[in-house]
Protein backbone atom coordinates (compact mmCIF):
# COMPACT_ATOMS: atom_id res chain seq x y z
CA UNK A 1 0.00 0.00 0.00
CA UNK A 2 2.48 2.38 1.33
CA UNK A 3 5.26 1.25 -2.14
CA UNK A 4 1.57 2.01 -4.23
CA UNK A 5 0.85 5.38 -2.91
CA UNK A 6 4.39 6.72 -3.04
CA UNK A 7 4.90 5.60 -6.50
CA UNK A 8 2.66 7.77 -8.00
CA UNK A 9 3.71 10.95 -5.48
CA UNK A 10 7.13 10.27 -6.86
CA UNK A 11 6.64 10.58 -10.23
CA UNK A 12 3.98 13.30 -9.98
CA UNK A 13 6.86 15.26 -8.58
CA UNK A 14 9.36 14.63 -10.44
CA UNK A 15 8.08 16.51 -13.90
CA UNK A 16 6.92 19.35 -11.27
CA UNK A 17 11.00 21.00 -11.40
CA UNK A 18 11.39 20.67 -14.94
CA UNK A 19 8.19 22.03 -15.56
CA UNK A 20 8.62 25.16 -13.29
CA UNK A 21 12.39 25.32 -14.48
CA UNK A 22 10.88 26.09 -17.90
CA UNK A 23 7.83 27.67 -17.03
CA UNK A 24 8.57 31.24 -18.41
CA UNK A 25 9.95 30.27 -21.69
CA UNK A 26 7.61 27.17 -22.05
CA UNK A 27 3.93 29.55 -21.66
CA UNK A 28 5.68 31.93 -24.08
CA UNK A 29 5.62 29.53 -26.63
CA UNK A 30 2.53 27.75 -26.16
CA UNK A 31 1.06 31.53 -26.57
CA UNK A 32 3.24 31.94 -29.12
CA UNK A 33 2.40 28.65 -30.43
CA UNK A 34 -1.38 29.23 -30.50
CA UNK A 35 -1.54 32.56 -31.69
CA UNK A 36 0.77 31.23 -35.00
CA UNK A 37 -1.85 28.10 -35.16
CA UNK A 38 -4.52 30.95 -34.97
CA UNK A 39 -3.87 33.31 -37.39
CA UNK A 40 -2.47 30.36 -40.18
CA UNK A 41 -6.40 29.53 -39.27
CA UNK A 42 -7.56 32.71 -40.50
CA UNK A 43 -5.36 33.14 -43.18
CA UNK A 44 -5.76 29.62 -44.39
CA UNK A 45 -9.82 30.42 -44.24
CA UNK A 46 -9.68 33.56 -45.94
CA UNK A 47 -7.53 32.01 -48.62
CA UNK A 48 -9.75 29.14 -48.89
CA UNK A 49 -13.02 31.81 -49.04
CA UNK A 50 -11.38 33.81 -51.72
CA UNK A 51 -10.70 30.53 -53.87
CA UNK A 52 -13.94 29.65 -53.89
CA UNK A 53 -15.65 32.82 -54.71
CA UNK A 54 -13.42 33.26 -57.34
CA UNK A 55 -13.68 30.20 -58.33
CA UNK A 56 -17.17 30.29 -58.99
CA UNK A 57 -17.43 33.92 -60.28
CA UNK A 58 -15.02 32.31 -63.42
CA UNK A 59 -17.04 29.26 -63.66
CA UNK A 60 -20.39 31.83 -63.99
CA UNK A 61 -18.12 34.45 -66.22
CA UNK A 62 -17.10 30.87 -68.39
CA UNK A 63 -20.35 29.88 -68.42
CA UNK A 64 -22.06 32.96 -69.88
CA UNK A 65 -18.78 33.82 -72.30
CA UNK A 66 -17.92 30.39 -73.19
CA UNK A 67 -18.16 30.11 -76.94
CA UNK A 68 -20.74 28.47 -78.46
CA UNK A 69 -20.09 26.91 -81.97
CA UNK A 70 -21.95 28.80 -84.98
CA UNK A 71 -25.43 27.20 -85.98
CA UNK A 72 -25.65 26.63 -89.62
CA UNK A 73 -28.80 25.45 -91.25
CA UNK A 74 -30.18 25.88 -94.64
CA UNK A 75 -32.75 27.92 -94.51
CA UNK A 76 -33.48 27.51 -99.22
CA UNK A 77 -32.24 25.17 -101.82
CA UNK A 78 -33.51 24.68 -104.97
CA UNK A 79 -32.40 22.87 -108.07
CA UNK A 80 -34.85 23.99 -110.80
CA UNK A 81 -36.11 22.13 -113.99
CA UNK A 82 -35.63 18.73 -112.41
CA UNK A 83 -39.26 17.73 -113.36
CA UNK A 84 -37.34 17.99 -117.54
CA UNK A 85 -35.85 15.50 -118.88
CA UNK A 86 -33.04 18.50 -120.49
CA UNK A 87 -33.14 20.27 -117.26
CA UNK A 88 -29.55 19.60 -117.02
CA UNK A 89 -28.77 21.72 -119.55
CA UNK A 90 -29.42 24.56 -117.63
CA UNK A 91 -28.95 23.35 -114.43
CA UNK A 92 -28.27 25.47 -111.59
CA UNK A 93 -28.83 25.23 -107.54
CA UNK A 94 -29.31 27.93 -105.32
CA UNK A 95 -28.95 28.20 -101.47
CA UNK A 96 -29.80 30.24 -98.88
CA UNK A 97 -27.70 28.49 -95.62
CA UNK A 98 -28.71 31.03 -92.13
CA UNK A 99 -25.07 31.12 -89.95
CA UNK A 100 -25.97 32.38 -86.69
CA UNK A 101 -24.18 33.49 -83.80
CA UNK A 102 -25.68 32.55 -80.43
CA UNK A 103 -22.75 34.01 -78.17
CA UNK A 104 -23.71 36.73 -76.02
CA UNK A 105 -20.01 38.24 -75.76
CA UNK A 106 -18.05 36.13 -78.53
CA UNK A 107 -17.63 37.30 -82.25
CA UNK A 108 -16.40 35.53 -85.02
CA UNK A 109 -14.34 36.38 -88.13
CA UNK A 110 -14.98 34.20 -90.77
CA UNK A 111 -12.73 33.85 -93.38
CA UNK A 112 -12.33 31.36 -96.61
CA UNK A 113 -15.90 30.66 -96.25
CA UNK A 114 -16.59 27.70 -99.59
CA UNK A 115 -19.68 25.87 -100.09
CA UNK A 116 -19.53 22.65 -101.71
CA UNK A 117 -22.38 19.85 -102.62
CA UNK A 118 -22.50 16.83 -102.50
CA UNK A 119 -24.46 13.71 -104.46
CA UNK A 120 -24.17 10.68 -102.50
CA UNK A 121 -20.99 11.41 -101.32
CA UNK A 122 -19.83 12.65 -104.53
CA UNK A 123 -18.66 16.33 -105.10
CA UNK A 124 -20.93 17.74 -107.73
CA UNK A 125 -19.92 21.43 -107.01
CA UNK A 126 -18.66 23.91 -104.90
CA UNK A 127 -18.25 27.58 -104.47
CA UNK A 128 -16.84 30.18 -102.62
CA UNK A 129 -19.80 32.04 -100.34
CA UNK A 130 -18.44 35.43 -98.90
CA UNK A 131 -15.74 37.30 -98.76
CA UNK A 132 -13.93 37.43 -95.12
CA UNK A 133 -16.67 39.14 -92.46
CA UNK A 134 -17.26 39.81 -88.09
CA UNK A 135 -20.26 38.14 -87.32
CA UNK A 136 -20.99 40.12 -84.09
CA UNK A 137 -22.72 38.28 -81.14
CA UNK A 138 -26.50 37.02 -81.50
CA UNK A 139 -26.48 37.87 -84.96
CA UNK A 140 -28.12 36.16 -88.08
CA UNK A 141 -26.47 36.20 -91.31
CA UNK A 142 -27.95 34.69 -94.50
CA UNK A 143 -25.55 33.57 -97.01
CA UNK A 144 -26.80 32.60 -100.83
CA UNK A 145 -25.59 31.83 -103.79
CA UNK A 146 -26.69 29.96 -107.05
CA UNK A 147 -24.13 27.22 -108.69
CA UNK A 148 -24.24 26.76 -112.25
CA UNK A 149 -22.11 26.23 -114.85
CA UNK A 150 -18.24 25.82 -114.49
CA UNK A 151 -19.02 25.63 -110.61
CA UNK A 152 -21.46 22.71 -111.34
CA UNK A 153 -20.35 19.42 -112.68
CA UNK A 154 -23.91 17.76 -113.94
CA UNK A 155 -24.42 15.85 -117.12
CA UNK A 156 -26.92 14.29 -118.90
CA UNK A 157 -25.81 10.84 -116.62
CA UNK A 158 -25.79 12.15 -113.70
CA UNK A 159 -29.70 14.45 -114.49
CA UNK A 160 -31.22 10.81 -114.77
CA UNK A 161 -29.84 9.44 -111.58
CA UNK A 162 -31.22 12.68 -109.66
CA UNK A 163 -34.99 12.06 -111.70
CA UNK A 164 -34.70 8.25 -110.56
CA UNK A 165 -34.71 9.30 -107.08
CA UNK A 166 -37.22 12.17 -107.76
CA UNK A 167 -39.59 9.82 -109.36
CA UNK A 168 -39.03 7.73 -105.63
CA UNK A 169 -40.31 11.46 -103.84
CA UNK A 170 -37.08 12.74 -103.05
CA UNK A 171 -33.36 13.74 -104.09
CA UNK A 172 -31.38 13.74 -101.27
CA UNK A 173 -28.24 16.32 -101.54
CA UNK A 174 -25.37 17.17 -98.92
CA UNK A 175 -24.39 20.75 -98.69
CA UNK A 176 -20.68 21.53 -96.60
CA UNK A 177 -19.73 24.76 -95.58
CA UNK A 178 -16.24 25.26 -94.36
CA UNK A 179 -14.28 28.34 -93.01
CA UNK A 180 -11.56 29.70 -90.99
CA UNK A 181 -12.83 31.16 -88.22
CA UNK A 182 -11.27 33.13 -84.84
CA UNK A 183 -13.18 33.73 -82.21
CA UNK A 184 -13.40 37.35 -80.35
CA UNK A 185 -14.16 38.02 -76.86
CA UNK A 186 -13.39 42.16 -76.50
CA UNK A 187 -10.17 42.77 -77.20
CA UNK A 188 -8.71 38.90 -77.41
CA UNK A 189 -8.70 37.02 -80.76
CA UNK A 190 -7.93 33.48 -80.50
CA UNK A 191 -6.11 31.35 -83.30
CA UNK A 192 -7.88 30.23 -86.15
CA UNK A 193 -9.94 26.65 -86.38
CA UNK A 194 -11.01 25.26 -89.28
CA UNK A 195 -15.13 25.24 -89.05
CA UNK A 196 -16.68 22.14 -91.27
CA UNK A 197 -20.41 22.27 -91.29
CA UNK A 198 -22.54 18.94 -92.84
CA UNK A 199 -26.39 19.20 -93.78
CA UNK A 200 -28.19 17.39 -95.33
CA UNK A 201 -30.96 18.26 -98.02
CA UNK A 202 -33.82 16.90 -99.88
CA UNK A 203 -35.80 18.40 -102.51
CA UNK A 204 -39.21 17.19 -103.69
CA UNK A 205 -40.47 17.03 -107.27
CA UNK A 206 -40.73 20.40 -107.88
CA UNK A 207 -36.64 20.49 -106.87
CA UNK A 208 -37.38 23.01 -103.59
CA UNK A 209 -36.31 22.18 -100.39
CA UNK A 210 -38.69 19.54 -98.24
CA UNK A 211 -40.16 20.86 -95.30
CA UNK A 212 -38.28 17.85 -93.15
CA UNK A 213 -34.79 19.78 -94.73
CA UNK A 214 -36.15 23.14 -94.03
CA UNK A 215 -33.93 24.80 -91.46
CA UNK A 216 -32.55 22.05 -90.05
CA UNK A 217 -29.06 22.28 -87.94
CA UNK A 218 -26.32 21.23 -89.68
CA UNK A 219 -23.69 19.21 -87.70
CA UNK A 220 -21.02 21.29 -86.86
CA UNK A 221 -17.49 20.66 -86.18
CA UNK A 222 -13.65 21.71 -85.88
CA UNK A 223 -10.90 20.24 -87.10
C1 LIG B 1 -32.53 33.57 -100.10
O1 LIG B 1 -31.69 34.59 -100.51
C2 LIG B 1 -32.22 35.38 -101.53
C3 LIG B 1 -31.16 36.36 -101.98
O2 LIG B 1 -30.57 36.98 -100.91
C4 LIG B 1 -33.46 36.09 -101.03
O3 LIG B 1 -34.02 36.87 -102.04
C5 LIG B 1 -34.43 35.07 -100.54
O4 LIG B 1 -35.51 35.71 -99.94
C6 LIG B 1 -33.81 34.14 -99.54
N1 LIG B 1 -34.73 33.09 -99.24
C7 LIG B 1 -34.96 32.70 -98.01
C8 LIG B 1 -35.90 31.57 -97.85
O5 LIG B 1 -34.44 33.22 -97.03
C1 LIG C 1 -25.92 40.96 -88.69
O1 LIG C 1 -24.73 41.57 -89.10
C2 LIG C 1 -24.77 42.08 -90.42
C3 LIG C 1 -23.38 42.56 -90.77
O2 LIG C 1 -22.81 43.29 -89.75
C4 LIG C 1 -25.81 43.18 -90.51
O3 LIG C 1 -25.87 43.68 -91.83
C5 LIG C 1 -27.16 42.62 -90.11
O4 LIG C 1 -28.12 43.61 -90.08
C6 LIG C 1 -27.06 41.95 -88.75
N1 LIG C 1 -28.33 41.28 -88.50
C7 LIG C 1 -28.94 41.34 -87.33
C8 LIG C 1 -30.21 40.59 -87.22
O5 LIG C 1 -28.54 42.04 -86.42
Redesign the pocket.
Known sequence: MSTSQQLPTHHQREPKPIKRRHSASYYVNRVRDSLTTRISKIICGIFLTLLFVGGIAVFITWLSLRPHRPRILI??FFIPGLDQPDGFENAEISF?VTARNANRAVGYYYDSVEAFVYYRDREIGSTPLVDSFYQEPKNTT?L?KVLKGATLDVNSDRWRVFRKDRARGAVVFRLDVTAMIRFKLSTWDSKRHRMHANCDVAVGRDGSILATSKNKRCLVYFT
Open positions: SNNIS
